[in-house]
């Protein structure tokens, strides 16, 4: 089943944006749109959203088939990205552009979302009355909707275009479905040709159609794939719909986002499982490739939302090993010093050495050894996110790196008769506990030196030790409880403690508004067409 029916969704968004829109002023409509032949119904719908409002041939009529001049494509462009007009100004940077103008703050406007240099400089113009080419159209919207550049395996191989300084642009509207060119047989883009207004209307709604479907994946270990929830979560990657990312999006789209959703997280995920396949099970593919390959997703995406490092430091294995009130578990499986353990966490961010073809797959792993990113390359956690960013993000796209929770409450809050001083040695539940809250330092720490390195913010920290640490959520805690216990499921006595400080349906939720609340307030979601203030002048 594909998951990835984008045209149809975003129309649907935007037939609803539209419809909501039905009620602006009259004078948003022009009385002409009979006259832009397969146009008409693009026209129409920027219209009744106001867009076209005082940018038509009278006051009026828009005149579709004349060609558009470059301040009537700021106004649109503007509005459209905005949902408003901008506010008035005394100045402009352009001498050919009169601050009495009332299209003028729009150029301004333009410049300042830098999608719009100018024409010239020294002076800096804009050639206001100029028609717009179709070439300059496509850097226009490829700037405004901050399109991702087209990969070679798919341009569409205009004839007339090769050379063109639009070309590239011209490559990533054809794409991401924007145009089809001028003709076909030969294709054609006719990029020195004027646009009129009515191919304007028709290119602009579908730059919006195409960016109102946001494409997510949730991908990660057993915190992100949904171990813990119930009904339990199935399949051999224990996955469920009730978990953090799943749970995000869902929220997400009940605020009326449009979200196309993929769900590859896995229980066991390493950092290398995101690119790479496990050599040893033939039948598990990375959870990029299932993304791609299986669930017919696109290389780039709008949001990435994880959690990976804990089981490339053991950590689960060391809580069940450690934790229990006994020392069997000690006997058999091991439990490393603290020493050792925030060694382990130290070198997620900085290895203590390359060791190249190292994988944390075997059952004795060198947790000096740099991480396993993608194919030969290795490095630390911040360069697999850089690699996330750089590779696999949509230019607007984001990555949500999810911390890990507070998992015991520290012993000396545990009542006089918990049950948990049974259960649990309270010197090692205290040293996990610290070494947790070092491990999202950690993690937090690398999402910075990643944006550094990239040179803006683009990988984003949500933290969930801090709520369930503050809010006692966790095991033993004084607050509802998020995470199970000691936790034995079915009848396999070996293989049936996976469940064990693992989030249950409160925490998975908590974890998900969290997630919601951070991509909602970081994320630019999909451009609508607002009604915006009439114009003034």
């Not at 494409?215 to 719909?241: E, F, I, K, N, Q």
Request: net charge neutral; with cysteine.
């Amino acid at each position: 089943m594909r998951l990835w029916t984008l045209a149809g969704t975003a129309l649907a968004l935007f037939a609803a944006s539209c419809a909501a829109l039905a009620a602006a002023p009259a004078w948003a409509q022009p009385s002409d749109t009979d006259q832009a032949g397969v146009h008409r119904d693009a026209v129409e719908a920027l219209g009744a959203a106001g867009v076209l409002s005082g940018t038509g041939c009278t006051p009026d009529r828009l005149c579709p088939q004349q060609h558009l001049p470059r301040w009537a494509m700021a106004v649109w462009l503007v509005r459209a990205l905005d949902g408003r007009d901008p506010p008035s100004t005394r100045d402009s940077r352009f001498v050919d552009v009169a601050s009495r103008r009332w299209w003028a703050p729009h150029v301004e406007r333009l410049f300042d979302l830098r999608v719009t240099y100018g024409c010239g400089a020294h002076p800096a113009r804009f050639c206001p009355y100029q028609p717009v080419s179709r070439g300059e159209t496509a850097s226009f919207l490829r700037r405004a909707f901050r399109l991702s550049p087209a990969d070679p395996a798919e341009i569409a191989g205009f004839v007339d275009t090769g050379g063109n300084i639009h070309e590239s642009a011209i490559d990533a509207l054809a794409v991401a479905g924007v145009t089809t060119g001028c003709s076909t047989s030969p294709a054609r883009f006719c990029p020195d040709a004027p646009v009129t207004r009515a191919e304007m209307a028709s290119l602009l709604t579908r730059a919006l159609r195409f960016n109102a479907a946001i494409t997510w994946l949730s991908a990660g270990d057993s915190y992100s794939s949904g171990v813990g929830t119930d009904p339990h979560a199935r399949g051999s990657c224990r996955r469920s719909p009730r978990s953090a990312g799943p749970a995000a999006s869902d929220a997400l789209r009940q605020r009326g986002w449009a979200i196309a959703h993929t769900h590859t997280a896995c229980e066991g995920g390493l950092v290398e499982d995101m690119f790479n396949s496990r050599p040893q099970d033939p039948g598990r593919v990375s959870m990029w490739a299932e993304h791609t390959e299986v669930l017919g997703g696109p290389r780039r995406v709008d949001i990435v939302a994880l959690s990976l490092g804990g089981n490339d430091i053991g950590f689960e294995d060391v809580v069940l090993a450690c934790v229990p009130f006994t020392r069997v578990t000690e006997l058999f499986l091991g439990c490393p010093s603290e020493d050792g353990l925030k060694a382990r966490i130290d070198n997620l961010v900085a290895p203590a050495r390359t060791c190249p073809g190292a994988s944390r797959t075997g059952s004795r792993p060198d947790y000096r050894c740099a991480l396993r990113i993608a194919g030969n390359r290795h490095g630390s956690i911040a360069d697999f996110y850089r690699e996330i960013v750089s590779e696999r993000l949509t230019e607007r796209g984001r990555l949500y790196v999810i911390g890990y929770p507070s998992l015991i409450a520290p012993s000396s809050e545990w009542r006089l008769f918990d049950p948990c001083r049974v259960v649990y040695k309270p010197e090692t539940v205290d040293m996990l506990g610290l070494l947790a809250g070092h491990l999202n330092r950690q993690l937090a720490a690398a999402v910075r030196q990643a944006n550094d390195e990239l040179g803006k913010v683009r990988v984003h920290y949500v933290d969930t030790y801090t709520p369930f640490r503050e809010g006692g959520h966790e095991v033993c805690g004084r607050g509802p409880d998020f995470l199970h216990g000691i936790t034995h499921v079915g009848r396999d006595p070996l293989n049936g403690w996976y469940r064990s400080f693992h989030l249950n349906n409160a925490g998975h939720a908590e974890v998900a508004r969290l997630l919601a609340d951070e991509v909602s307030s970081t994320f630019r979601p999909s451009i609508g067409l607002a009604q915006p203030q009439r114009p003034s002048g």
